[in-house]
């Protein structure tokens, strides 16, 4: 052989190492080990197990607990279908792949929450239960949590009175349905993860929640009231909260005096903080301070109202929109004598207005001197309106009692005349009786004399004619005894 076709014949020959290896891995058959993850198409699909077609080249099975039929990727599965499965054995009893879906499952919720709780994005999960701090749910069978804090608004159970067993039961309903939520927590070491609707509620209604400012007017339902406020239903599934002290310009105790649950109100919105939208109720209304230094000064002594007593002071009503603070300092309070014990709550002092704070909505009181010598002529004088209330009260008494008396005295004259004319009824009714009954028995004496008297007659009659008859037979008798 000449050298060039040798040459030619090496050069054909030759293959890189590249093209080897290239070669290699493409009739290299692969063995899958314990724990990989493989895919494979459903050969055929049964309630009992389902086996796959893995390249071609091995059939892998997965029966039994492995078919993991509660998540949604593994349900139904027909012919055809390509599905992921973890190899835990690499030859059963038949040569076949043993394989699982319930690992691969399992592995891909994991991670699945990793990869939520690392974007921030929105996943569902399926409520399972509730105690009283929220709901348990999972995600494709990994179990979560999601506390009462972390549901939107829609779903938040306000009960009046924050009562612990409606509340439960109000958390119970959920049961069953799928929220969407966020992933707070992933702990996978300590197994805790904590999913929040709120958040990804809030992601929702953020475009929304961008069409009001601060200012904007509101009209919505009260939704829900509690010690601290009332929440608000508007616009497009918004809810705001309206706090206790701006529902109104005076102090208020509990908002349940004021509304209830589906009455409409208008507010102002005063703040946005992300999702949370704060209203005012007052803000709509006349401020009542602005005019408050017409009606009072400093210096100025006024009857109010207890409202509430603190440790620190009492809050006064002085009418139905201002109120004021008597502070401890200011209440002649003796050396160890405790506030409670000499100032109650609804009781009516004299106090007098010691600073005033339009602006700010501030009137301070206090029960000093003055106030004392303005009580003192208080009491003097409501004593002295007393004894003239009494003593009209008790000459009106009298006038009373002998009005009551001459009406009962008419009263007792008229039952007596009434009494004796019944008597009088009476007497002539049995009269009337006698009368009747003598002549009931004198017409039955007449009947029976009349009956006797024909029984007499009738017997006189019959003894004429038995005579006569007598008389004619004895002739008879006689004119025979001639013949």
């Not at 208080?378 to 009005?403: C, F, H, I, L, Y």
């Not at 008597?423 to 004198?442: I, S, T, Y």
Request: proline share 2%; no cysteine.
């Amino acid at each position: 052989m000449s050298e060039d076709n040798k040459k030619i014949n090496n050069e054909e020959n030759d293959i890189s190492n590249d093209d080897y290896k290239t070669l290699l891995d493409k009739f290299y058959i692969k063995t899958s080990g314990v724990g990989d993850l493989i895919k494979g198409n459903v050969i055929v699909a049964s309630k009992s197990e389902v086996k796959l077609d893995i390249d071609g080249i091995r059939t892998g099975v997965v029966r039994g607990p492995e078919l993991y039929e509660e998540d949604d990727n593994y349900a139904d599965l027909k012919p055809g279908d390509t599905v992921e499965a973890t190899v835990i054995d690499d030859e059963n009893e038949n040569g076949e792949l043993e394989l699982s879906f319930r690992f691969a499952g399992q592995e891909k919720a994991w991670t699945g929450l990793r990869q939520a709780h690392s974007d921030r994005g929105v996943i569902k999960i399926k409520i399972t239960d509730a105690n009283r701090g929220g709901l348990l749910a999972k995600y494709r069978q990994i179990p979560g949590f999601l506390p009462v804090s972390q549901l939107a608004p829609e779903n938040y159970p306000r009960v009046n009175g924050g009562d612990k067993g409606k509340i439960l039961e109000r958390l119970r309903s959920f049961v069953g349905k799928e929220f969407a939520v966020k992933v707070m927590t992933l702990d996978e070491k300590e197994d805790k993860i904590i999913f929040s609707e709120k958040e990804a509620w809030n992601e929702k209604q953020k475009d929304v929640i961008n069409k009001y400012k601060v200012g904007t007017v509101i009209e919505g339902e009260i939704t829900a009231i509690t010690d601290f406020g009332v929440f608000i239903s508007f616009g497009e599934n918004l809810e705001g909260l309206i706090h206790i002290s701006e529902l109104a310009w005076q102090r208020i105790d509990d908002p349940s005096d004021l509304y209830k649950v589906g009455d409409m109100i208008k507010a102002q919105v005063i703040s946005l903080e992300n999702s949370k939208i704060f209203l005012s109720a007052k803000k709509l209304l006349q401020d009542p301070w602005e005019n408050v230094g017409k009606k009072y000064k400093a210096g100025q002594t006024v009857e109010g109202r207890i409202l509430k007593v603190n440790p620190f002071g009492l809050f006064v009503s002085l009418d139905a929109d201002i109120h004021g603070l008597a502070h401890v300092s200011q209440l002649e309070l003796a050396p160890k004598e405790r506030i409670n014990d000499k100032y109650k709550s609804g009781e009516k002092r004299i106090f007098e207005i010691v600073s005033i704070e339009p602006k700010d909505h501030r009137l301070g009181l206090a029960y000093n001197k003055a106030a004392q010598e303005a009580e003192a002529l208080r009491q003097t004088a409501d004593s002295r309106q007393q004894t003239t209330d009494d003593s009209s009260e008790s000459s009106g008494q009298e006038k009373k009692e002998d009005d009551k008396k001459k009406t009962d005295k008419k009263e007792n004259k008229k039952k007596d005349k009434k009494i004796k004319k019944e008597k009088k009824a009476d007497k002539k009714e049995v009269k009337k009786d006698d009368k009747k009954g003598d002549l009931k028995r004198a017409a039955t004496n007449g009947a029976h004399a009349n009956s006797k008297k024909k029984e007499e007659t009738a017997a006189k009659k019959k003894k004429t004619v038995e005579t006569s008859h007598g008389a004619s037979s004895e002739k008879e008798v006689k004119k025979e005894k001639k013949k």
